[in-house]
């Protein structure tokens, strides 16, 4: 299976944008970026997902290297409620995503 | 009212109990999953279910059993808890043609002592 590699831990401050890397050297053709998000004492929250372009919604960005072998989580404005770890995962449509450690990330005030 | 709910939320049990974990939604997903996870770990599958009619093992399925017993319901089963087992579950689902956007219940905090 295709692996991601994120760091374990960031910070922020409140209001600022956040920039959370994802490497997938080994991503294939085929392969979905997704993101999902964990806040304390909840199950995962799907965040955003992207093929090749980069992808916009209401909760955040997603910018796609020009080689797919990294992408990025953009938050525009982070808040303390984004505090969570966020998942960097490489989809294939069967069902299996796999979940990493993904990066805890702090705000502060 | 939340899409996906588990019951129980918290269980303690002893060491060679079965257990049941419930899961039903309400958003009308055929497919559904379960997940279990420890502590500074990602998610492990444990099974999933294309429809009533198909179950799959997932990463981690031994000493484990589920039943999908319909659309809605999909139900987690430790035959014989083990202290090994202790563990947050979480249970999913996805629509066909997003398998991979999945939504994700409020998870059930298991106790095996």
């Known amino acids: 299976d295709a692996k991601t590699t994120q760091p374990n831990s960031m910070e922020s401050n409140e209001e600022e944008p956040v920039h959370l890397p994802c490497n997938h050297s080994?991503?294939?053709?085929?392969?979905?970026i997704h993101w999902y998000r964990q806040l304390p004492s909840q199950g995962p929250e799907y965040v955003i997902h992207?093929?090749?372009s980069n992808v916009n919604n209401r909760m955040a960005s997603l910018a796609i290297a020009e080689d797919r072998k990294s992408s990025t989580l953009i938050l525009h404005r982070a808040t303390l409620r984004d505090a969570a770890v966020y998942y960097c995962?490489?989809?294939?449509?069967?069902?299996?995503?796999?979940f990493g450690k993904g990066t805890r990330l702090h705000i502060l005030p | 009212d939340a899409d996906v709910t588990q019951t129980p939320r918290n269980r303690i049990t002893k060491t060679g109990k079965r257990i049941m974990l419930e899961c039903s939604q309400t958003?009308?997903?055929?497919?559904m999953y379960w997940y279990r996870q420890d502590p500074g770990l990602g998610l492990r599958l444990i099974y999933y279910?294309?429809?009533?009619?198909?179950?799959n093992k997932g990463e981690i399925s031994d000493g484990y059993s589920v039943s999908r017993q319909a659309q809605a319901k999909f139900s987690l089963s430790l035959e014989s808890a083990i202290p090994n087992q202790t563990a947050l579950y979480f249970c999913?689902?996805?629509?066909?043609?997003?398998?991979?956007?999945?939504?994700f219940g409020p998870g059930t905090r298991l106790t095996v002592t």
């Open positions: 995962i490489l989809g294939r449509g069967d069902d299996k995503i796999i």
């Open positions: 992207g093929l090749t």
């Open positions: 279910s294309f429809d009533v009619k198909d179950i």
């Open positions: 080994t991503i294939s053709g085929t392969d979905y």
């Open positions: 958003k009308g997903h055929d497919r």
């Open positions: 999913a689902t996805s629509d066909r043609t997003l398998r991979d956007e999945q939504y």
